[in-house]
């Protein structure tokens, strides 16, 4: 199903029902609910989603886990979303809360075929089939072991914004604090009350996160290391090492395993 609104087929007797919706650059989609609970994923662009667990960035790749009943607004940047939309009493995660997990190239595969799926569809055949592999793969996504929360001040907001779309690990607090007219000391004190973090780690997550989604598509260490503006590939498997436990190479598609849950 493509581009329809939920609530026309929500009653359907199907316990996952998959929506794929095309969305304008810069649609927000105002603080909602759903019954059912929701696994939503942005195949190209970014999502901002705010909830009553954060606000984050979600890059490709990566989807958001939101537990049913759960209250959240999404603004999207470019995005075209494939949506599950689960009951309860199918969900395959426990967690109360909501959860940014990594999407593989499987679970990739998955959604898109899903999203060719009729609301009544056969539940004792191929599509039946096919949804209980997603369900298992949802089981199984390990959560996006870092995240950039979003400051509510809007000027700031709008440089971190700024930053995910093109993540440079060689930006400065002090070229920040320029373009806010602030002294560094203050701008310093002013970042890490609205995210919660310092600039430093804020830049590295963001950097990270964007690096884990490129990986996982299959890009390679060098070419995703030199466009984060890292000096050298080792320079940057280092900090993905000591982040991660594991290198670059280990977080590809054909990778034996996956970074599991963090932060």
């Known amino acids: 199903m493509r581009n329809i609104a939920l609530d026309t087929v929500d009653a359907t007797p199907r316990p996952v029902l998959a929506i794929g919706t095309d969305y304008p650059h810069g649609q927000r989609l105002p603080p909602h609910t759903h019954r059912r609970a929701q696994f939503l994923y ?35 940047v470019g995005v075209a979303t494939r949506s599950l939309y689960i009951e309860p009493a199918a969900a395959p995660r426990p967690a109360t809360g ?43 996504a390990p959560v996006l072991p870092v995240f950039a929360p979003l400051p509510p001040d809007p000027r700031l907001g709008a440089l971190c914004r700024e930053f995910m779309q093109a993540p440079d690990i060689r930006i400065r607090p002090e070229d920040w604090a320029c373009r806010l007219a ?55 498997s280092t900090m993905v090492r000591r982040m991660l436990g594991r290198p670059p190479s280990a977080l590809g598609p054909d990778a034996p395993g996956q970074p599991g849950p963090g932060c």
């Open 42 to 76: 942005g195949m190209t662009g970014l999502m901002e989603v705010e909830t009553a667990d954060g606000a984050w960035v979600v890059p490709p790749h990566a989807g958001v886990w939101i537990p049913a009943g759960a209250r959240h607004a999404v603004r999207m």
């Open 98 to 140: 909501c959860e940014v997990l990594t999407v593989g190239a499987l679970l990739h595969q998955l959604l898109l075929a899903a999203a060719d799926l009729p609301a009544l569809y056969d539940q004792d055949g191929r599509d039946g089939a096919l949804i209980g592999l997603i369900l298992h793969e949802l089981a199984a």
């Open 182 to 236: 602030m002294s560094p000391r203050s701008f310093t004190r002013f970042f890490r009350s609205q995210t919660g973090l310092s600039f430093g780690v804020w830049r590295r997550q963001a950097c990270l996160m964007t690096a884990l989604s490129r990986l996982a598509a299959g890009q390679p260490v060098t070419g995703v290391a030199l466009d984060l503006g890292y000096e050298s590939p080792p320079a940057f």
